[in-house]
């Protein structure tokens, strides 16, 4: 056996290692989410509905993070005092004045 081939089995065998790891860690992550739905349904009555109407709503609010991150949310050029710039900020990246 040339090792050239020896080092195609060896890299492939890693690859291999690594992909079974990574589906096992897949698989255990959505278990874990799977069980903290069904606890939350079970001992709260919240399902999987609004749990999902809650991370849609999350990831829309990064997506309006985002696009108003490069817009006109430009801090002003002067600032009285601190509470103004606290101000700025929470609008900036919530979104909502205080």
């Not at 696009?67 to 929470?90: E, I, N, T």
Request: charged fraction near 10%; include cysteine.
């Amino acid at each position: 056996m040339s090792p050239l081939i020896i080092g195609a089995f060896v890299v492939s065998v890693l690859l291999l290692f690594g992909l079974f790891s990574t589906i096992k860690t897949t698989f255990k992550t959505a278990f874990l989410i799977a069980l903290v739905v069904f606890g939350l349904q079970v001992f709260t009555g919240i399902g999987p509905e609004q749990i999902f109407q809650q991370v849609l709503k999350f990831f829309s609010g990064i997506g309006d993070w985002l696009s108003r991150w490069g817009g006109s949310y430009k801090p002003p050029a002067d600032f009285r005092d601190k509470q103004s710039l606290l101000d700025w900020l929470l609008f900036a990246c919530l979104g909502f004045y205080p």
